[in-house]
RNA sequence: CGGGGCGUAGCGCAGUCUGGUAGCGCAUCUGCUUUGGGAGCAGGGGGUCGGAGGUUCAAGUCCUCUCGCCCCGACCA
């Protein structure tokens, strides 16, 4: 590709949409435009390393045992509402009418939709398992898109789903995602993490995602670098020691006024007291029923673990018309002293309280002296609050880390959840019938994108890693404009491009600085550059971004040593895999 | 959905408080000079000031409504 034909418009100065790193950069570098809030356009140098990613993925999947093939984005609402989500996805879901008034939802996800091609043709055991993929455009009306393509309302997305007739077989094929994961992101060049993952609203059981350490990441993740225990902040326990002894009980309890102050910040200064002194009484609708959390003031309590100590499908913060009926104070002045007839589960932490201020479950007045065990009781003691940095280890007890990252992959159990509803079920060989065990498996192919360069750049712009650079050498006249210079870049370009290098000729006919600044913003791998001092010494001027001072190779062996480096490079990645393959077993499906 | 901020040329911004002929930098076009890290000079083009209504002799500026975008939070297959 010739620059000076090339669609390309690099900025020079920060848009003003952006904020982090790879969102700048790719709008800098001309590779994304927005069309609309979380809608871009894929522009060509984008668009060439999304290809690069999919191609990656397409082949690891095809290596671990999948078969791609591709569904529709527009899907009618009748399957989704067969599996119960067509209310479930909400305002999630972009959804339309025919011009018959029939209801349809764009693809966000597509268990629905593979679980009925899948219960429409397989009848027998003979034919599980069967790993299907695809890699397509999803959409999701996100409530915030935020950071360019890393949250975008329109995104490509490969998604994988397996159909086994046991628990025990649906195990082998979890394991070999977990490694062609691994293997996709390793030859991405992404250094990334497993943490334990909650399942949410696709249902199932045992979850891990894929994470790349990043300051830019929405997650947050509980590292434990003893034992290697690792998880998401909706999953992640801690280790809880309740103290030997605690402080006696002190002054009997006194309500005082607490005119308009509801939240703990506010008591806090009104008071006087340390967050830490308060108990948040927090009403949740859980299946239905009315329940009071309680954690300490300043800890935050974790849906995903109330939901679990509940044992129930759906938690949800209770109305203020709720939580009137159920205390008989409004919002915001919630205790457990004096609570009737409403299940009360705590935290562990709760235990230790003493003198701990509460709500006084009526309007402006609040509790001081409440004691754990003296002034009220719970029904049940239980984890509840949200790991914090510092915490400790659940398996052995070492302090944790908590860090950023990036979601990359997540892959699931599904189990029976959409079979059982859509009845997809197979014959074995008695001749039963059987509900089909599901697994299904997800990678953010354009996040792929984004995380890259999360992780891959300079104050100058982009570094890219080999597998994935839109073109994997610049080669530049320093001066286009003179003969010898054009004539040596146009002869090395003509060879690297002979040699099936996908190579870029900055022909412009621009100051050298201009070139330099674009070839580095755009982060090609080689800058390849023929100028004065190599006419001079009949060479050519190798510079790997990234990486120190150019090296001068002689004119006739440079495309070979272009040659090599791409491919060393490129087998390194390759090789991040195979080590790590042999590392550990694992079977491989297909 | 709650809180905060912003919409003025393709991009980045000033002008809005205090109403009076719409500006700057970058990009772009023409010419000349220049050429190893975002050149210089000269000349040119480009705007329904997000939209609608109102106040006023006069609105980018004041008032009302509305749309869009960004950030924090809630949410997140």
Same mark, same amino acid.
């Given at each position: 590709?010739r620059?000076?034909?090339?669609f390309?418009?690099?900025l020079?100065?920060?848009?003003q949409?952006?904020e982090?790193?790879?969102?700048?950069?790719?709008?800098?570098?001309?590779?994304?435009?927005?069309?609309?809030s979380?809608?871009?356009?894929?522009?060509?140098l984008?668009?060439r390393?999304?290809r690069?990613?999919?191609?990656i993925v397409?082949?690891?999947?095809?290596?671990a045992?999948?078969?791609e093939?591709?569904?529709p984005?527009i899907t009618p609402a009748?399957?989704w509402?067969?599996s119960g989500?067509?209310?479930?996805?909400?305002?999630?879901m972009f959804?339309?009418?025919d011009?018959?008034?029939?209801?349809?939802?764009?693809?966000?996800?597509?268990?629905?939709?593979i679980t009925d091609?899948?219960?429409r043709?397989?009848?027998?055991?003979?034919?599980?398992?069967l790993?299907?993929?695809?890699?397509?455009?999803?959409?999701?009306d996100e409530?915030?898109p /935020?950071g360019g393509?890393?949250?975008?309302?329109?995104?490509?997305?490969?998604?994988?789903?397996?159909f086994?007739?046991s628990?025990?077989?649906?195990?082998?094929?979890?394991?070999a995602?977990?490694r062609?994961y691994s293997n996709?992101f390793?030859?991405a060049?992404?250094d990334f993490?497993?943490?334990?993952?909650?399942s949410?609203t696709?249902g199932?059981?045992?979850?891990h995602?894929f994470?790349?350490?990043?300051?830019s990441?929405?997650?947050?993740m509980?590292?434990?670098?003893?034992c290697?225990?690792s998880a998401?902040s909706?999953?992640?326990?801690?280790?809880y020691?309740?103290?030997?002894?605690?402080p006696?009980?002190?002054d009997?309890i006194?309500?005082?006024?607490t005119p308009?102050v509801?939240?703990?910040d506010d008591?806090?200064?009104?008071?006087k007291?340390?967050?830490?002194d308060?108990i948040?009484c927090?009403?949740?609708?859980v299946?239905?029923?009315?329940?009071?959390?309680?954690?300490?003031?300043?800890?935050?309590?974790?849906?995903t673990?109330l939901?679990?100590?509940?044992?129930?499908k759906e938690?949800?913060?209770?109305t203020p018309?709720?939580?009137?009926?159920?205390?008989?104070?409004?919002?915001g002045f919630?205790?457990?002293v004096?609570l009737?007839?409403?299940k009360?589960i705590?935290?562990?932490?709760i235990?230790?309280?003493?003198n701990?201020?509460?709500?006084?479950?009526?309007?402006?007045?609040?509790?001081?002296?409440?004691?754990?065990?003296?002034?009220?009781?719970?029904d049940?003691?239980a984890?509840?609050r949200?790991?914090v940095?510092?915490d400790?280890c659940?398996?052995?007890?070492?302090?944790?880390?908590?860090?950023?990252?990036i979601e990359?992959?997540h892959?699931?159990?599904?189990g029976?959840?959409?079979s059982d509803s859509?009845?997809a079920?197979y014959?074995d060989?008695?001749?039963?019938d059987?509900?089909?065990i599901?697994?299904?498996?997800?990678?953010g192919?354009?996040?792929?994108i984004?995380?890259?360069i999360?992780?891959?750049?300079d104050k100058d712009?982009?570094?890219w890693?080999?597998?994935l650079a839109p073109?994997?050498?610049?080669v530049?006249p320093?001066?286009?404009?003179?003969?010898?210079?054009?004539?040596?870049?146009?002869?090395?370009?003509?060879?690297?491009l002979?040699r099936?290098?996908?190579?870029?000729?900055?022909?412009r006919?621009l /100051?050298?600085g201009?070139k330099?600044?674009?070839a580095?913003?755009?982060?090609?791998?080689?800058?390849a550059?023929?100028?004065?001092r190599?006419?001079?010494q009949g060479?050519v001027?190798i510079?790997?971004?990234g990486?120190?001072?150019?090296?001068?190779?002689?004119?006739?062996?440079?495309?070979?040593?272009i040659?090599?480096y791409?491919?060393?490079?490129?087998d390194?990645?390759?090789?991040?895999?195979?080590?790590q393959?042999?590392?550990e077993e694992?079977?491989?499906?297909?």
């Amino acid at each position: 590709m010739r620059m000076s034909r090339m669609f390309l418009h690099t900025l020079k100065e920060v848009p003003q949409e952006a904020e982090i790193p790879s969102h700048i950069l790719m709008i800098r570098s001309g590779m994304l435009m927005k069309v609309a809030s979380g809608i871009y356009d894929y522009l060509p140098l984008a668009w060439r390393a999304i290809r690069k990613a999919e191609q990656i993925v397409r082949e690891e999947m095809d290596a671990a045992g999948g078969q791609e093939l591709l569904m529709p984005a527009i899907t009618p609402a009748e399957l989704w509402v067969e599996s119960g989500r067509w209310e479930v996805m909400g305002e999630n879901m972009f959804r339309l009418k025919d011009r018959h008034k029939r209801d349809f939802g764009l693809g966000m996800t597509h268990e629905e939709i593979i679980t009925d091609i899948v219960r429409r043709s397989v009848r027998s055991y003979r034919e599980l398992p069967l790993i299907l993929y695809q890699i397509q455009t999803k959409f999701r009306d996100e409530p915030r898109p /935020r950071g360019g393509i890393n949250r975008a309302r329109e995104f490509i997305m490969k998604d994988m789903y397996s159909f086994h007739i046991s628990w025990e077989d649906l195990d082998v094929t979890y394991k070999a995602m977990y490694r062609a994961y691994s293997n996709v992101f390793l030859r991405a060049g992404l250094d990334f993490k497993v943490v334990e993952a909650d399942s949410g609203t696709m249902g199932g059981d045992e979850c891990h995602e894929f994470m790349l350490p990043s300051e830019s990441g929405e997650d947050t993740m509980f590292l434990c670098g003893k034992c290697g225990y690792s998880a998401n902040s909706e999953m992640a326990r801690f280790h809880y020691q309740k103290p030997d002894d605690l402080p006696p009980h002190g002054d009997p309890i006194v309500e005082i006024d607490t005119p308009g102050v509801s939240t703990i910040d506010d008591l806090v200064k009104f008071l006087k007291r340390k967050p830490s002194d308060f108990i948040k009484c927090l009403i949740y609708r859980v299946d239905g029923e009315l329940v009071a959390a309680l954690v300490r003031g300043d800890r935050d309590l974790n849906e995903t673990k109330l939901r679990k100590a509940l044992g129930a499908k759906e938690v949800e913060l209770a109305t203020p018309r709720e939580i009137e009926k159920a205390t008989g104070g409004p919002l915001g002045f919630s205790g457990p002293v004096g609570l009737k007839g409403i299940k009360i589960i705590a935290d562990y932490e709760i235990q230790e309280l003493r003198n701990a201020a509460v709500g006084a479950n009526k309007a402006d007045t609040h509790i001081i002296n409440v004691s754990f065990g003296r002034d009220f009781e719970v029904d049940e003691l239980a984890e509840l609050r949200q790991a914090v940095e510092g915490d400790c280890c659940p398996r052995c007890h070492e302090k944790m880390t908590a860090e950023r990252g990036i979601e990359l992959g997540h892959i699931f159990k599904l189990g029976t959840k959409y079979s059982d509803s859509m009845k997809a079920t197979y014959l074995d060989e008695k001749g039963e019938d059987h509900p089909i065990i599901m697994g299904c498996y997800g990678i953010g192919v354009t996040r792929i994108i984004s995380a890259a360069i999360e992780k891959g750049h300079d104050k100058d712009g982009i570094i890219w890693p080999m597998s994935l650079a839109p073109y994997h050498v610049v080669v530049m006249p320093v001066v286009s404009s003179n003969e010898d210079q054009a004539s040596g870049a146009e002869k090395l370009y003509r060879d690297l491009l002979e040699r099936g290098i996908e190579t870029v000729l900055d022909d412009r006919d621009l /100051r050298p600085g201009v070139k330099f600044k674009d070839a580095d913003l755009l982060g090609f791998p080689i800058r390849a550059m023929v100028g004065e001092r190599a006419i001079e010494q009949g060479g050519v001027e190798i510079k790997i971004r990234g990486g120190e001072k150019p090296e001068m190779v002689p004119a006739d062996k440079a495309a070979d040593y272009i040659v090599d480096y791409i491919k060393k490079e490129l087998d390194r990645l390759n090789g991040l895999r195979t080590a790590q393959e042999k590392e550990e077993e694992y079977v491989r499906v297909g």
